[in-house]
């Protein structure tokens, strides 16, 4: 099973290396709750609650972000220029080593 490692900084500011499989369409809302690290996911990974927003700190290139995605930054709390929804980044092998922090919760 082919997997790539994904680095989440807790809110505490405690790093967890993680090992994502590519091949289940998993995202990083989803890997976060498969380690029992605090995120929510309120709305299911729909983009509709922002309880799963992250911090991106790695140089790593992700898609564009959707109007859904946006529109949800919009009304979050703590928003940030590298702010994104962890139910937006999708496992595939163009993020392995990707490095991201958890957003306080509101």
């Not at 605090?38 to 972000?65: H, K, N, R």
């Not at 959707?66 to 009304?75: G, I, N, R, V, Y």
Request: aromatic share 4%.
């Amino acid at each position: 099973m082919p997997e790539i490692k994904v680095t989440i900084i807790d809110r505490e500011g405690v790093s967890h290396e993680l090992e994502a499989p590519t091949d289940m369409n998993m995202n990083i809302m989803e890997l976060c709750k498969a380690y029992e690290l605090p995120v929510l996911g309120e709305c299911g990974g729909m983009a509709m609650c922002a309880t799963c927003q992250c911090y991106l700190e790695s140089d790593t290139d992700l898609p564009p972000q959707s109007d859904a995605e946006l529109d949800m930054l919009d009304q979050a709390f703590f928003v940030k220029p590298n702010s994104r929804l962890g139910c937006q980044i999708h496992i595939s092998e163009d993020i392995d080593g990707i490095v991201l922090r958890l957003a306080p919760e509101a």
